[in-house]
Structures are given as structure tokens and as C-alpha cells.
């Protein structure tokens, strides 16, 4: 459920036409609605509602947007860091320190730092050379880190190969059957407060029950480390619900997720923390594009966007599907190739894709754009970034600029000597 629909025939995020942010923003420009962010918010955490006291942490990966995060800190969400670029933005944002957790395999010792002197809540310590650097460091500063273990649970999500974390051979983690070996090894160590477990499997997932084996391997570990002796009062259990890309398509909800949660970890007897990103951002936001022309194909027309892969990188680089729609549709549909400007085959939207009929200077949206969107953009044919509008009520606010082309350049400087 989101707030884009259309209106009298023109498409509106919430009561703002898209027409009326192109010509005072320019295309292609990403435009979030605060009211689709806020509902998807709470719906997750009524989903959650059966269980004590969850942390909810938005993955801020999906979409770090300052303004983005203010709206979700304002809704009581903290966030899940991976950098400490992401860390500071959680924080300059307004989400306490105390609901801020860091994962990933390659923290520097810089970012432990910064961690550390912030005060978050929790370093999720994806091995033992990691576990034991933090020691070291925390220990030098006085301080012991609070963290828990990553453990890689060998689970298949069966969700795209390059969005899969969860499985043995990935990354990601410390294998599940070694985990016992290295909470013995790491527990102890002065510089850590080594006190939980998190698990992460994997993103767009559209079925529980990977999730589901996931959890019910770790309620196995709570155990076993009890058993050893070891203190788990907090268990983090990922992010990776999926959403709908394709009208009509429908994925777990919040509450069935939850009901699942609650059944499968009841009496463990911790603090759950969730990692969402793509279930409150993905659907509330879109790349809102004009077409600038449309050129003769072999089978079909080329419908030519400002957009290209770099503003929205999903369809080149994991083949994803996302809606594509005209903001003014005219009633007529057609069979065409959407792509973008740039110099790569991969720079295609869709093939061969039935949808709203586009001429030239048309406007279209390319829906589900809100995560992994404007984030994983690059500068690629010397583009520029794609500025982002978020729109609350009858109101709208650009909240990320355009960095143009020409900015980009004038941050390379040519040194002297090649004169
Ligand atoms: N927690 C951890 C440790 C993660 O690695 C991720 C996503 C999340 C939480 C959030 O997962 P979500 O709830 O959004 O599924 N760029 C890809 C997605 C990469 C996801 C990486 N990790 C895409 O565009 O599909």
C-alpha cells in the first residue's frame, strides 16, 4: 500500500502532481512520501507487536536519505550501520545511539573507533580476527564493546544469488556449527561484552520459511550456549522481507512475519532486534523520469528515459523487474523497450515490456525505487546524481540535491605538472 495514485488522469504521490515536481526539479529525480514511509513503519511494528519490546533498526543501506531517516527515527526506529558514512548519518539524523547497531565483514579499525566513541548499542562481529581486533581496541580505550556474533546459518533464502548472505559459502558470518568455539574464545576477552547472536540470510525474500529454519537453528544455538556457560540476552534477527515489484504480486506481511517470530522464538527470553530496509522504504518511492524520445525498434519501439542504470542500477545489475507507468496515461498500452542514455546494452529497464503507451517528453514513473534506489547510484557517463524530493501532503521538499556533472568535475583537479 502507498499514496502514489493517480488523479483526475495525473499521477500524484499524495496530494503533490508529479508534473508539478519535474518542472520545478527537472527529471530524472526520486520522490519519497512520508505518509507511505510512516505506514509501512507502523505496520511493521504492529507486526511486532506480540513481541517484548523489539529494537526496530532500519537498514539505512536501502536508503540513507538524511530526511529519509529523520521520518523513521521520528517514528522510534533506530538504524543498521554498515559504514561509518552510514553511522553518521544515523546519527546526524536523530537515532540514539542506543537503538544503532553496526554489521559488516569489513569494519576498519577507524569505524570500530567511531562506534565505540558514539556509544551504539551493538558491533554485529562477523568473525574472530574481527571479535579480536575490537578487544584490543575497546580494551586501549577503556571501554568493552557491546556486540554479538554474526553466525551464518547455511540456510538457502531462494532469493537472487547476489542478495543471498545466508548460505556457507557467502561471506557473510561465522559458520553456525563454529559458534559455540568462538563465543568460548571471545566471551572472555576484557575489551568485549559479547552477549547475543544475529543472523541475516538474505533480501527480497518471498517466503517465511527460510527465515523460518533460520531462526529455529539459532533457538537451537541460545541453548547450546547457555548450556556453556554464555550470557545471550539479544538476538538480531536481519532484515529481508520482500515486497511486491509488480502490481498484483503479493509477499509475507508484517504480521505474518510476526506471528512467525513470535511463535518461534517464544521463551528465548532475549531482546529480538529487526533489521528491515526494503518492506519500509522499497514502495515509498519512485524515479520519476521523462522520456525523450522514442526511437523505431526491430520488434518494438525504444522508449529512450532520462533515467539510465546509474540512477537505478536493480534491472542491470540483478535483471529486477520494477512497474514502469505513464504519470498521464493516455489509455493506450504498447509493447516496447524501455532503456536509458548510457553506452551499455545493460542499460534497459524493460524488454519487450506491455505497458502505458510514452512519446516524446512524456513523464513515467519507475516504480519501488525507495530502496537500493538512489543509494546505489554512480556517475557513469559522467551523469551527475539524481536529486530526491519527499513529498508530505500537499507539501514537498527537495532533500537531496542534484550534484550535477560539472560539480563532479570540479572536485578533479589536474595537477600542474602535467603541463
Ligand atoms: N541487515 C543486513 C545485515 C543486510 O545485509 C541487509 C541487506 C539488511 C539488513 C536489509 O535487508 P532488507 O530488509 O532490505 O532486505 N541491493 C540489493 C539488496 C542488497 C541487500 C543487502 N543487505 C537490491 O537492490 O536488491
Known amino acids: 500500500m502507498d499514496y502514489f495514485a493517480l488523479r483526475n488522469g495525473v499521477l500524484h504521490a499524495e496530494d503533490v502532481s508529479l508534473p508539478a515536481i519535474a518542472a520545478a526539479v527537472g527529471t530524472p529525480v526520486y520522490v519519497y512520501s512520508r505518509a507511505t514511509l510512516e505506514r509501512h513503519a507502523q505496520v511493521f511494528a504492529e507486526g511486532l507487536a506480540g513481541l517484548d519490546a523489539p529494537l526496530i533498526a532500519f537498514a539505512v543501506k536501502a536508503n540513507p536519505n538524511l530526511a529519509v531517516l529523520r521520518v523513521l527515527a521520528r517514528q522510534g526506529y533506530g538504524a543498521d550501520v554498515v559504514s561509518g558514512g552510514e553511522l553518521a548519518r544515523a546519527l546526524a539524523a536523530g537515532m540514539p545511539p542506543e537503538r544503532i547497531v553496526f554489521s559488516g565483514v569489513g569494519k576498519t579499525r577507524e569505524e570500530m573507533r567511531q562506534a565505540l566513541d558514539a556509544g551504539i548499542r551493538q558491533l554485529n562481529i562477523e568473525s574472530e580476527e574481527e571479535g579480536r581486533e575490537l578487544a584490543e581496541l575497546a ?221 516524446s517528453g512524456d513523464l513515467a514513473v519507475i516504480r519501488t525505487a525507495g530502496a537500493y534506489g538512489a543509494t546505489m547510484a554512480s556517475s557513469y557517463n559522467s551523469r551527475g546524481f539524481v536529486p530526491e524530493v519527499l513529498v508530505d501532503g500537499d507539501k514537498f521538499a527537495v532533500v537531496a540535491e542534484r550534484l550535477s556533472a560539472a560539480a563532479i568535475m570540479d572536485a578533479e583537479p589536474i595537477p600542474d605538472w602535467l603541463d
Open 139 to 359: 580494551a586501549a580505550l577503556g571501554k568493552r564493546a557491546r556486540c554479538v556474533l554474526r553466525v551464518n546459518p547455511d540456510v538457502d533464502a531462494g532469493t537472487h544469488d547476489k542478495i543471498t548472505t545466508g548460505k556457507a559459502d557467502n561471506k557473510f558470518g561465522v559458520p553456525i556449527a563454529r559458534a559455540r568455539e568462538l563465543f568460548d574464545a571471545l566471551a572472555g576477552l576484557d575489551g568485549l561484552a559479547l552477549t547475543g547472536v544475529a543472523v541475516h540470510i538474505g533480501s527480497q525474500l518471498a517466503s517465511l520459511e527460510p527465515l523460518e529454519a533460520a531462526f529455529a537453528k539459532i533457538g537451537a544455538l541460545i541453548g547450546e550456549l547457555r548450556e556453556a556457560g554464555h550470557t545471550v540476552d539479544t538476538v538480531d534477527l536481519g532484515g529481508g522481507l520482500g515486497v511486491p515489484y509488480k502490481a498484483g504480486e503479493t509477499y509475507p506481511s508484517p504480521a505474518e512475519y510476526g506471528a512467525m517470530v513470535a511463535r518461534v522464538t517464544k521463551g528465548w527470553n532475549v531482546q529480538l532486534v529487526f533489521e528491515p530496509g526494503r518492506v519500509i522504504a522499497g514502495n515509498a518511492g519512485i524515479l520519476l523520469t521523462r522520456t525523450i524520445r522514442v526511437k523505431r525498434g526491430v520488434a518494438h519501439p525504444f522508449y529512450v528515459l532520462d533515467a539510465a542504470m546509474n540512477d537505478l542500477a536493480r534491472p542491470a545489475m540483478y535483471g529486477a523487474w520494477h512497474d514502469i507507468v505513464a504519470v498521464e496515461p493516455s489509455g493506450e498500452t504498447a509493447v516496447a523497450n524501455v532503456v536509458g542514455p548510457i553506452c551499455e546494452t545493460g542499460d534497459t529497464f524493460a524488454m519487450g515490456r506491455e505497458m502505458d503507451a510514452l512519446k
